[in-house]
């Protein structure tokens, strides 16, 4: 039951997904959370491995657009100083922002990723909207009550994907 939660791919840091992974996985496409998935929960800064890494995948090719549920004030500056594509307001889980800005970038919802720091929210979405997911755990230890609550929702999930992980090696 708690499976149909899990993400396709996790990973410790966003910057660890390469364009080769991507590529083998038949993946042409990234829309990737803002807040402590890319940066701190609203911060405007990027940390040179993350921006080295939005680089890379461009210059491979790989599509990419931010797909952020916050506000256009708080995504606009950092896309804008940062050469990415965004859609504010995406309300995740829902799928209709991923859907439209899948098809914008020019991909199938089955070669896309939807990268994120929240199940309830990034992980459901991309799989309400027919993608592939990656998980990243929050980048920053500041979050508001909601995003604390939903922390504290998705621990049983964390908890079980992680056992079956080990029980896996
Ligand atoms: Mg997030």
Not at 34 to 44: F, G, M, R
Not at 58 to 80: K, V
């Amino acid at each position: 039951m708690l499976k149909l939660f899990y993400p396709t791919y996790y990973f410790s840091h966003a910057w660890e997904i390469t364009p080769e992974f991507l590529r083998a996985q038949g993946i042409r496409a990234v829309l990737s959370d803002l807040d402590d998935t890319l940066t701190c929960h609203d911060s405007q800064e990027l940390a040179p491995e993350y921006a080295a890494w939005l680089a890379r995948l461009q210059a491979e090719g790989i599509a990419l657009c931010i797909l952020s549920n916050n506000a256009e004030a708080r995504i606009r500056p950092f896309c804008e100083r940062n050469g990415l594509q965004y859609t504010p307001k995406a309300k995740k889980p829902l799928r209709a922002a991923a859907l439209a800005t899948a098809e914008r970038l020019g991909a199938k919802p089955e070669e896309t990723l939807l990268l994120g720091d929240q199940i309830f929210t990034d992980i459901l979405c991309g799989k309400n909207a027919g993608m592939r997911t990656a998980a990243v755990p929050p980048i920053g230890r500041k979050a508001t009550k909601f995003i604390a609550f939903k922390r504290w929702v998705e621990k049983p999930v964390w908890r079980a994907y992680f056992r079956q992980r080990k029980e896996e090696v």
